[in-house]
């Protein structure tokens, strides 16, 4: 990744920085599906800068690609016009040489309902409701912990937590993006 463009967020006392978030990734995350390849992968790739430090995914999302080229055709101007209020864009920048290091943001799936995992668990092992909740425990304790951005598939129409996990890696590992810019095993510069 050679090349990034940081997007600002700005909240205020009527909007708040959640429902923007909701909006500006939703946004583009369609742009990102125009972009992809025919598996479903696309070269683009998110980070969070400000991760758990303000509002748990922070105010800013930085797109990153391996050119100046692909960041030109994404068209993040044209493509967030109607939040133009709510959000500064920054010109095309070249990653800076004294970066900290590399991180990936994944996507992190939970199981949707522990208490109706527990059930059907102790139904299949024998076991009693108690036992078999102890082992889904540490299912919700995990999911609230996570910072997350609320998403409505346009498949189902339903809302869904796209819950996003960050991991620093010592190393780079050129890769792929989905379409949400997320990846477990490519990483982006972190800075």
Same mark, same amino acid.
């Given at each position: ?66 050119? =100046?080229?692909?960041? $030109?055709?994404?068209?993040?101007? @044209? #493509?967030? %016009? ?7 864009? !920054? ?69 869904? =937590?796209?819950?996003? $996990?960050?991991?620093?890696?010592? @190393? #780079?590992? %050129? ?7 997320? !990846? ?8």
């Amino acid at each position: 990744m050679n090349y990034y463009i940081d997007i600002k967020l700005q909240g205020d006392t009527e909007i708040s920085l959640g429902f923007i978030w909701q909006k500006i990734y939703a946004q583009m995350h369609l742009a990102l599906v125009e972009h992809k390849d025919s598996e479903g992968m696309c070269s683009i790739g998110f980070a969070f800068p400000h991760y758990m430090e303000l509002f748990p995914l922070g105010d800013m999302l930085r797109v990153f690609a391996p050119t =100046k080229e692909e960041l $030109e055709i994404l068209n993040i101007e @044209e #493509q967030l %016009k109607k939040f133009s209020d709510y959000v500064i864009i !920054s010109d095309i920048k070249q990653v800076p040489t004294n970066i900290k290091g590399y991180v990936t943001f994944s996507r992190k799936q939970f199981k949707s309902n522990p208490e109706r995992l527990a059930r059907r668990y102790a139904k299949r092992h024998n076991k009693t409701l108690e036992e078999a909740l102890s082992i889904y425990d540490d299912v919700s304790a995990k999911e609230t912990k996570l910072p997350f951005v609320m998403m409505k598939s346009n498949s189902s129409n339903q809302q869904m =937590k796209l819950f996003i $996990e960050k991991n620093i890696s010592d @190393e #780079q590992e %050129k890769g792929l993006f989905s379409a949400y810019g997320l !990846s477990k095993t490519s990483t982006v510069p972190y800075f």
